[in-house]
């Protein structure tokens, strides 16, 4: 016997929070050795999971396409202090590092949004088919505030800690 949809309905109760920010993550493989640069950092992603960084409240693993190899992550962090904390300390600072020097034969792009309203992207080096917000939005050059999402967003405050790489080396 069929049973009506609205029977068996569920939402989420996120008044617990309400900093909530949820970002998409992926590198895409551009060249051949972008392999070796994606397949090298996926154990590392996973360790920097495990370890249970303060803030994130889950992280789910994603393939967006397997020609080219294109994978990636959705992460829910309790609040933005959490993921700007996070994202300028080691690991993830070296990995940001490591990319500006070489991009590896990769291309890698976020895009974050807030339960509090407002969003934003970057994609670096993705060339191939548009991804994400790209695919309807103009694309335009990403000017400034290279490792401060902060500022993209126009959010008070400064950063707790430094950025990966000096600004300036990229203005």
Do not use: C
């Not at 020609?67 to 993921?83: C, K």
């Amino acid at each position: 016997m069929p049973v009506p949809v609205g029977r068996n309905r569920q939402t989420v109760d996120l008044s617990a929070y309400p900093d909530l920010v949820v970002i998409y993550l992926g590198m895409r493989v551009n060249m051949l050795t972008g392999l070796k640069t994606l397949l090298g950092l996926g154990p590392q992603i996973q360790q920097a999971v495990k370890d249970k960084p303060d803030g994130l409240l889950l992280h789910e693993d994603l393939i967006w396409s397997l020609v080219p190899p294109h994978l990636g992550m959705r992460q829910y962090w309790r609040d933005f202090e959490s993921l700007e904390k996070w994202s300028r300390s080691l690991p993830h600072q070296k990995w940001w590092q490591d990319f500006v020097r070489d991009a590896g034969g990769t291309g890698f792009w976020h895009e974050t949004y807030f339960l509090r309203g407002g969003m934003e992207s970057i994609y670096a080096h993705m060339g191939g088919a548009p991804t994400g917000m790209m695919q309807f939005a103009p694309v335009v050059p990403a000017k400034g505030a290279m490792f401060t999402a902060r500022r993209r967003l126009k959010l008070a405050g400064e950063p707790s800690l430094p950025g990966p790489v000096a600004e300036e080396e990229y203005a």
